[in-house]
């Protein structure tokens, strides 16, 4: 009996997937678990598997295309049973193998328009005149007039070129329509496609550039319109002397020296914060429908910034762990999260999470709220600060941290409660262990 191959839902907030690539072709012998493509989320890059034996006998989405969660995206049969049912209500026909057919079309990539000269005004200064531009490349088959001047290339084909230092206007494209894809990219480097230098090669500037929105960017776009419409929130912000934490660092580092191990001032705030948490679980908590929730456990979500927007892998029963183990479970879970590879566990399920934009010199910023959580913390960079300290102005290292509370679920008090503790602790981290 034929079996259909289905977009998965291959995360808890995916309502659609990109085919990155097939790793089976039509015609191919398969089994029940066999890995068949790989599908881009929202979150990462997921592995899709047959859920039944017989012959890839046909592919409806090709790299680069996009289909909706339950979609039909393949067939698998026997070799001589009758698939048409399910080739015609998919949009497609049965080809009997080779090229990948896109009966659930890939998406039309947007055209960038060339800005056009303008005439000079009629009156007012003279405008300087433009400088001569370098003579431009010829462009390779797959960035004709026909595409509009733009590259037809999925998103994973242009980060893994950047990525590479490869030019994709000279990639040659094997994908569906000369859409160039994974392979385009990787067989363009071992020939030495490089990128070109500012000075060797200046484009004619257009007027502006359409960015295909990646299946994460959506996501994101999507849930926050969730978080700062309907969800009532407020700040509290506080300055806290990190001049202990700082000495504290130094002591903790010199004990893990011998491991090789080291850990950063954003560990030991992790940590504090978890601490603080566990004190306050009122703030630990997420709003539900009829009732509030609140966590014995710190599930602590960090925030980490990759190339296609903001994940937030999680740090699980963070309250329960040394620093130096949350100090390596961060660095861990954020190098797997830039590469993609996170799976839905690792970054859902928080009670409560941090962003961190100090390490870029912000100093003070305010966080979105990540529904259903009731708070966030934004901590800004640590700072050389003039004080008063019993009278007299001295230069302390300061750091300035903002709360955002869902105001359903933590009043003002509460949270100043949280912070004071907080304060306390990162003033004097002896108190975190108490």
């Not at 493509?37 to 990462?44: G, L, R, S, V, Y």
């Not at 999470?353 to 800004?380: D, K, Q, R, W, Y």
Request: hydrophobic letters at 40%.
């Amino acid at each position: 009996m034929a079996t259909k191959v289905h977009m998965e839902a291959l995360s808890p907030t995916m309502e659609e997937g990109q085919l990155v690539k097939w790793l089976r072709s039509e015609g191919d012998q398969v089994a029940s678990g066999d890995v068949l493509a790989e599908i881009e989320t929202d979150k990462a890059t997921m592995e899709l598997v047959a859920r039944g034996d017989g012959i890839l006998r046909k592919i409806f989405v090709g790299p680069g295309g996009t289909a909706p969660v339950g979609a039909v995206i393949g067939v698998i049969a026997a070799k001589d049973e009758d698939i048409s049912g399910i080739t015609s209500s998919a949009g497609g026909s049965e080809s009997g193998g080779g090229t990948a057919s896109a009966a659930v079309a890939t998406k039309p990539e947007p055209k960038q328009e060339p800005r056009r000269a303008e005439a000079p005004p009629a009156s007012g200064p003279p405008r300087a005149a433009a400088a001569k531009p370098a003579p431009a490349l010829p462009p390779p088959a797959s960035d004709t007039a026909e595409n509009g001047g733009r590259v037809k290339a999925s998103p994973l084909a242009r980060r893994l070129a950047a990525d590479m230092g490869v030019d994709i206007a000279r990639v040659q494209g094997s994908g569906p329509g000369g859409r160039v894809v994974k392979r385009d990219v990787e067989a363009a480097k071992a020939a030495g496609v490089q990128a070109p230098s500012v000075s060797a090669w200046v484009p004619d500037e257009a007027e502006y550039q359409d960015v295909p929105t990646s299946q994460m960017r959506k996501t994101i776009a999507k849930r926050l319109t969730t978080s700062i419409g309907p969800v009532p929130t407020f700040y509290l912000t506080v300055d806290i002397d990190m001049t202990r934490v700082i000495e504290a660092r130094a002591r903790i580092n010199s004990i893990l020296e011998a491991d090789g191990l080291k850990v950063s001032i954003n560990d030991l705030v992790l940590k504090a914060v978890a601490a603080a948490l566990r004190r306050h679980p009122e703030t630990n908590a997420q709003w539900q429908e009829g009732f509030i929730r609140r966590f014995n456990s710190v599930h602590l979500g960090v925030a980490v910034a990759i190339d296609e927007g903001l994940i937030t892998p999680v740090v699980r029963n963070a309250h329960a762990k040394g620093v130096a183990q949350i100090s390596a479970e961060v660095r861990e879970l954020a190098g797997r999260a830039r590469e993609r590879k996170l799976v839905p566990e690792e970054y859902t399920g928080a009670t409560f999470s941090v962003s961190n934009l100090g390490m870029l010199g912000i100093h003070e910023f305010t966080a979105i709220i990540n529904p259903p959580e009731a708070g966030i913390l934004a901590i800004g960079a640590m700072e050389e600060t003039p004080v008063v300290v019993d009278g007299a102005v001295v230069v302390r290292p300061r750091m300035r941290v903002t709360m955002s509370c869902d105001h359903r679920v933590i009043d003002g008090a509460t949270g100043a409660r949280f912070l004071q503790t907080l304060r306390a602790m990162l003033e004097e981290p002896a108190a975190i262990s108490l």
